[in-house]
């Protein structure tokens, strides 16, 4: 029997609870594809399914986590078209097993059915491969589909350095919006400002940091103002969404104005809404999970326009830090911790 490296969570908690077993290699059967993961992302969701806060991909232990992957085919199974050596990308739904998938992809081989993987273009590298899905089509989910975006829209990004912040930024760019980053580090402003892969035609310091990391929220709505020449932000694609930077946002919205709530990352607090009132604006929430409720023809027309993006250069990562899967524990401290920019990858 040929074994891999499989991460399995026996019980909810922390990152000691990711442990590392032997496991078969399956082997495909007909209509199936084994793919030697090269990639595999790391996300928010997979602590939070390691907690036991994200049942609906993980369900309950033992499981494994990870909701993205892509690599190459290693054995294509009977009445199979796709060829031995082909790069490929898992599709987003397979590997959320509560709701029918395939499960986690934080393992060394997936197998799936030949339909469950998207061929890739050359442009996007082994070590990229299983990490666009959640950045990329959240971002493109809300804003293009959901939202439709066009040329001339000011588009406002909180968490600037982050993975879907930085794809928010390049997919509003390809649609020909103006971008503002908005970010708590004066730091990362430094190193995103000469990044490549960073699309901000502005980028704004919400907070200021004291030596021992607490933050203190500057007002910035003023360089908002300036910014936008008074007109106002028509879009908030924003994961923080707390107390007074909400309170902010809603200040710096133009007339018909949205912002989309898609992450927790800011604490709940109170809120004063009443001035959506006069702008005619909105909040709203936003999850991935909409788009794939939309049914398959959506979101598969949402994957071949990202790999299209990244097949004409419009789209490329930005990865911070690969691990090893005998890394994983230290891998999931380092996400929490959040200094990152960009993506943080396993490559197995
Ligand atoms: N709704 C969905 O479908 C969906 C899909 C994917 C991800 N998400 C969520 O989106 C969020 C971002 O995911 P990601 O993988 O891109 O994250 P990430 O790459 O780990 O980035 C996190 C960044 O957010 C900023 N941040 C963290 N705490 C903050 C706070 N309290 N106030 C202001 N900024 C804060 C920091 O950026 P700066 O230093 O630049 O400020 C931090 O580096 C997560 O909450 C994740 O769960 C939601």
Redesign the pocket.
């Known amino acids: 029997m040929s074994t891999q490296k499989q991460i399995i969570v026996e019980q909810f908690g922390g990152p000691e609870n990711l442990l590392i077993k032997d496991t078969e290699i399956p082997t495909p059967a007909e209509g199936q594809v084994l793919v030697k993961l090269t990639s595999i992302g ?4 997979d602590l ?1 399914a390691r907690k036991g806060f994200y049942k609906i991909a993980s369900g309950e232990p033992p499981f494994t986590p990870g909701i993205e992957g892509g690599g190459i085919i290693e054995k294509a199974g009977p009445n199979t078209t796709l060829s031995e050596g082909t790069r490929v990308v898992i599709t987003p739904d397979a590997p959320r097993a509560a709701a029918g998938g395939f499960g986690g992809t934080y393992k060394q081989y997936y197998c799936v059915p030949e339909s469950k993987v998207l061929p890739a273009p050359d442009t996007i590298p082994d070590n990229q491969l299983g990490a666009l899905w ?2 990329y089509l ?1 971002a493109w ?2 804003l293009v589909w959901k939202h439709g975006i066009k040329a001339g829209d000011i588009i406002a990004i ?10 928010a930024a390049q997919i509003a760019k390809k649609f020909g919006c103006k971008t503002i ?5 004066q730091d ?1 402003i430094d190193t ?1 400002k000469n990044m490549s892969t960073a699309h901000y035609d502005h980028i704004v310091l ?2 200021d940091k004291d030596t021992d990391g607490n ?1 203190t929220m500057l007002p910035w709505h003023k360089e908002m103002r300036q910014l936008t020449e008074s007109k106002g932000v028509n879009v908030f694609f924003d ?2 969404a ?1 107390g007074s ?1 909400l309170n902010t946002e809603i200040k710096c919205l133009a007339q018909f104005g949205v912002v989309y709530v ?6 709940p607090d109170t809120v004063d809404v009443t001035p959506l009132i006069r702008k005619f604006a909105s909040i709203t ?6 788009l794939m409720y939309a049914g398959e023809d959506v979101w598969r027309r949402g994957c071949n326009e990202i790999l299209d993006g990244f097949a004409d250069g419009s789209y490329k990562q930005h990865v911070d830090a690969e691990y090893k899967l005998e890394d994983i524990q230290n891998a999931h401290i380092q ?1 929490h911790k ?7 990858v396993i490559v197995p």
């Open positions: 790391m996300n928010h969701a939070l959640l950045p959240t989910g809300c909180p968490a600037a350095s982050s993975s879907v912040a930085l794809a980053g908005l970010t708590t580090s990362k995103l919400t907070h933050r994961p923080v707390s930077y898609y992450g927790l990352l800011g604490a929430g936003w999850v991935l999970g909409e996400m959040g200094q990152h920019i960009g993506k943080l």
